[in-house]
């Protein structure tokens, strides 16, 4: 059972930066495509970032290209998602997932296969 739990979100201003973290319990974390996506109330999820098993290749949302960067240490088994020039629109519940390959680097959430429980982030003006 692959599981994945999130931490580092919080109410920040607009401007301000915030650093997502998530903690992958597998053995094989090196297989994994790791993503991010993100949901307002409302809303459909939204792809945010993703990077391939070797950090080699990543992928943005047109929405956070440029201010979300997307990274992974393979021997801590983690992936983090730094985020800058936070706008009130990036208000949402964050979920980091996952999905084995070696492949593609996927930005469709029903291509993961695994999901965290999420975390809020929340950007007042």
């Known amino acids: 059972q692959v599981q994945l739990v999130e931490s580092g979100g919080g109410l920040v201003q607009a401007g301000d930066s915030l650093r997502l973290n998530c903690v992958v319990s597998?053995?094989?974390?090196?297989?994994?495509?790791m993503g991010w996506f993100r949901q307002a109330p409302g809303k459909e999820r939204e792809f945010v970032a993703a990077i391939n098993w070797s950090g080699g290749v990543t992928k943005y949302g047109d929405s956070t290209k440029g201010r979300f960067t997307i990274s992974r240490d393979n021997a801590k088994n983690t992936v983090a998602l730094q985020m800058n020039s936070l706008k009130p629109e990036d208000t949402a519940v964050y979920y980091c997932?996952?999905?084995?390959?070696?492949?593609?680097?996927?930005?469709?959430?029903?291509?993961?296969?695994?999901w965290g429980q999420g975390t809020q982030v929340t950007i007042s003006s």
């Open positions: 997932a996952a999905y084995a390959s070696r492949v593609s680097v996927s930005v469709t959430p029903t291509q993961y296969t695994y």
């Open positions: 597998t053995r094989s974390f090196g297989t994994y495509v």
